[in-house]
């Protein structure tokens, strides 16, 4: 068995979350205090693949940088900038010195999935495969690639968001590959938005004869690059890690019930939360309604204020306000009974 890589495509700019990603990576958006990309990094991990590259654009990609540096994740993490979006085939061709005769797997960046990857990687090798698609039962099948498979889990054909019905099956933004991908990149000629699609590319390999495989993904999948994919992945993050953690924070004249995680340093009081909750570090709550299915990062303040189903990033101040369903970009200061329901928040 070859080693197996790991590349994170993390260039996209996530359009549809703005205006919170106008001047901030997608990837650093956080699901229960923890950014997207770190969720990668973690489930890459997992798998013992500990040689990972971290595909950036220019806009965006120091800030990662950044972030990345400062956690110890105990793997090796290199970046390579893409110099223009030009497609997932693009974004995966240029790792090709990274990768060398290695086997390697590729998630993009903003999805979040709780099926071992493990799996994957003995299935894929098990078959002998030259190519692995993780792919999804889905409502909207139009909105995705979508796969066509044999009995035995082969893929027969792909198509890019299809206009009519090919299948339900998507492909989740997952693949495992061999070094025998490039050559079918390197054939591939720009799509009608002027990408190179990778979902021409392994069509071409399935044309070939290549022995491309399916998985099914039988758990949840979020597409977090929207407000509803980010709440509802923290919703069920929040949900699946079950716990009361309560390290060396204080609380006074608080009522605390259901699951709650709350990091060192922060302080509660007077205030009632009903998990499942996530706080992180250093955080002033006072006087305040939270959850459920709420995460709160490190270094918030939270007065007077009622807080459900939503995300605040790093930094924030919220007084005297009401928040619903919404995402709070980091560094805000909220103040004066404000009522933001269903919003990405990025106003100062």
């Not at 703005?18 to 205090?33: C, R």
């Not at 497609?87 to 390697?104: K, M, Q, S, V, Y």
Request: net charge negative.
């Amino acid at each position: 068995m070859s080693l197996m890589k790991g590349i994170i495509l993390s260039g996209g700019k996530g359009s549809r979350l703005a205006p919170i990603t106008d001047n901030y990576p997608k990837q650093l958006v956080p699901v229960i205090g923890k950014p997207i990309l770190f969720h990668c990094i973690e489930t890459l991990k997992k798998a013992d693949i500990t040689e990972i590259q971290i595909v950036l654009n220019p806009e965006t990609g120091k800030l990662i940088e950044e972030k990345v540096h400062k956690e110890n994740f105990g793997v090796n993490i290199s970046f390579l900038y893409q110099d223009a979006p030009k497609g997932l085939a693009h974004a995966i061709g240029i790792n090709r010195e990274f990768t060398g005769d290695d086997d390697f797997t590729v998630i993009l960046g903003d999805n979040i999935f709780d099926e071992p990857l493990s799996k994957m990687v003995n299935k894929f090798y098990a078959n002998k495969a030259d190519s692995l698609i993780l792919i999804k039962e889905v409502d909207r099948p139009y909105d995705f690639g979508v796969v066509t498979f044999d009995a035995n889990g082969r893929a027969q054909s792909l198509v890019e968001k299809p206009k009519t019905f090919v299948s339900k099956h998507a492909i989740v933004g997952v693949y495992l590959f061999n070094k025998t991908i490039y050559k079918f990149i390197d054939k591939i000629e720009p799509s009608l938005r002027g990408e190179l699609e990778i979902t021409d590319a392994i069509a071409a390999q399935v044309e070939s004869k290549a022995n491309v495989i399916t998985h099914i993904l039988d758990s949840f999948w979020f597409d977090s690059g929207t407000r509803e994919g980010l709440l509802d992945a923290n919703k069920t993050l929040l949900i699946e890690s079950n716990k009361f953690d309560n390290v060396d924070s204080t609380v006074r004249d608080s009522y605390l019930h259901g699951n709650i995680s709350v990091k060192e340093k922060t302080i509660i009081e007077g205030s009632n939360l009903m998990g499942p909750i996530f706080i992180g570090k250093n955080v002033k709550i006072y006087n305040s309604t939270l959850g459920p299915f709420t995460a709160i990062s490190d270094n918030c303040v939270i007065e007077n204020s009622e807080i459900q189903d939503s995300i605040v990033m790093e930094n924030t101040m919220i007084r005297d306000s009401m928040l619903i369903s919404s995402v709070m970009h980091h560094k805000l200061d909220v103040n004066g009974k404000q009522l933001i329901i269903n919003k990405l928040y990025a106003d100062s």
